[in-house]
Every structure is written in structure tokens, then in C-alpha cells.
T-cell receptor, first 114, second 109 residues
Framework: NAGVTQTPKFRILKIGQSMTLQCTQD?????MYWYRQDPGMGLKLIYY???????DKGEVPNGYNVSRSTTEDFPLRLELAAPSQTSVYFC?????????????FGAGSRLTVL | GQNIDQPTEMTATEGAIVQINCTYQ??????LFWYQQHAGEAPTFLSY??LDGLEEKGRFSSFLSRSKGYSYLLLKELQMKDSASYLC??????????WGAGTKLIIKP
């Protein structure tokens, strides 16, 4: 049981490049999330999904896109990378979206945009 | 706006007790969570409070007062492995999690 798997762990991008962060979970969780974590700040929600085929914007969606074609996969696409997107990105999943909504996080992806 | 406040950093001694406070102002309340995050790693779930009072789980306890918008995480018999950041998060009326910036706990021998 791998939990939530993110790839890559590290990536350096040039300004204007694009890339996709991959996220897969094997717990049959309905809810999946993408967060970014910047130094001295709380986790910020980028996008989330309540099930296959359904996605919605979080607090900081600009510059990102997501898709949810299967229950297991929730990739995050960065188009036209900017230095402001330098951050650590965490994918997470949960069985429910309310109540004791315990999140299981992936190991994180550290992205640097130069 | 919505806000979660936690101390930025705390230092404690191995074997001692430490209390990490969290105050919140959110639009609605549907529960408060504490997560532990070791440096360079993912956050992991510690506790959940939705009713007032104390929840105890081994060496860790979490307290909630909804009327005061206040919670604390109490760590007893501190061990070196407890050196980590502790994140407080509140679920608002829309079931969205609002996260504090985290408290970095340094344990000294």
C-alpha cells in the first residue's frame, strides 16, 4: 500500500517552461488536493477534486491546471512557469471532504523556477 | 478574512512538556486539526477536535475552546524525534481547510 505517490521530487524549470507534477493514490479516496507550501506561510490550496471528472479551484489556482480522469490520478500542470511558482508542492487525498477529514499527503515536489 | 495564528518557533528540553497554541478566526467551524511535519517531509495527521475539551492520544493531547477560538497541542515526555513543525488547521463553514504557518519546535538535550 503506497498511499500517495508524487513525482518528481525535485525539478528546476526555466521561466516560461511547462511541466506536469504527477500524483497517484491507491487508497480509493474520492477527494484529492494540490497544495503549495512557501516558507513562513500556511499550506495554500491550489485545486481540489471530489471525484473522477470533477475539479474545482482553491485559493491560489492562477497559473495551474488539473484534471481527474480516474479516481487514482490527479496531475497538476504548470503552464508558462514563473519565479513566483517556486515552492514545495504537496498532493493529498482523503476519503471524505467533511468531518474528521484526515488528509494523507504525498512526499512533496520541490520546484524551482529560474 | 480568515486567520490562524501560531508561534513561529519554540524551544524545549528533552523529557519536558511543551504547549503549542493556536488561535483562529474563520467563517464557521467544522473542526480543528493538528499535523506534524518533519523537515523536508510531508505533514502527518496528529489529532482532530470538533467539540470543546481535551483529546488525549499517548504523549500528545489536543484541547479546543470554540468560544475562544483557541486550541493547544500538548506534548509530554519530549523526545528528540519530536523536533518538527506543528501545523494547526481549521475546517471552515465550506469544509475548506485553513492552515496556520506552523510552529517549529526545537528539542534540546
Amino acid at each position: 500500500n503506497a498511499g500517495v505517490t508524487q513525482t518528481p521530487k525535485f525539478r528546476i524549470l526555466k521561466i516560461g517552461q511547462s511541466m506536469t507534477l504527477q500524483c497517484t493514490q491507491d487508497m480509493n479516496h474520492n477527494y484529492m488536493y494540490w497544495y503549495r507550501q512557501d516558507p513562513g506561510m500556511g499550506l495554500k490550496l491550489i485545486y481540489y477534486s471530489v471525484g473522477a471528472g470533477i475539479t474545482d479551484k482553491g485559493e491560489v489556482p492562477n497559473g495551474y491546471n488539473v484534471s481527474r480522469s480516474t479516481t487514482e490520478d490527479f496531475p497538476l500542470r504548470l503552464e508558462l512557469a514563473a519565479p513566483s511558482q517556486t515552492s514545495v508542492y504537496f498532493c493529498a487525498s482523503s476519503f471524505t471532504g467533511s468531518g474528521a477529514n484526515v488528509l494523507t499527503f504525498g512526499a512533496g515536489s520541490r520546484l524551482t523556477v529560474l | 478574512g480568515q486567520n490562524i495564528d501560531q508561534p513561529t518557533e519554540m524551544t524545549a528540553t528533552e523529557g519536558a512538556i511543551v504547549q503549542i497554541n493556536c488561535t483562529y478566526q474563520t467563517s464557521g467551524f467544522n473542526g480543528l486539526f493538528w499535523y506534524q511535519q518533519h523537515a523536508g517531509e510531508a505533514p502527518t495527521f496528529l489529532s482532530y477536535n470538533v467539540l470543546d475539551g481535551l483529546e488525549e492520544k499517548g504523549r500528545f493531547s489536543s484541547f479546543l475552546s470554540r468560544s475562544k477560538g483557541y486550541s493547544y497541542l500538548l506534548l509530554k515526555e519530549l523526545q528528540m524525534k519530536d523536533s518538527a513543525s506543528y501545523l494547526c488547521a481549521v475546517m471552515d463553514s465550506n469544509y475548506q481547510l485553513i492552515w496556520g504557518a506552523g510552529t517549529k519546535l526545537i528539542i534540546k538535550p
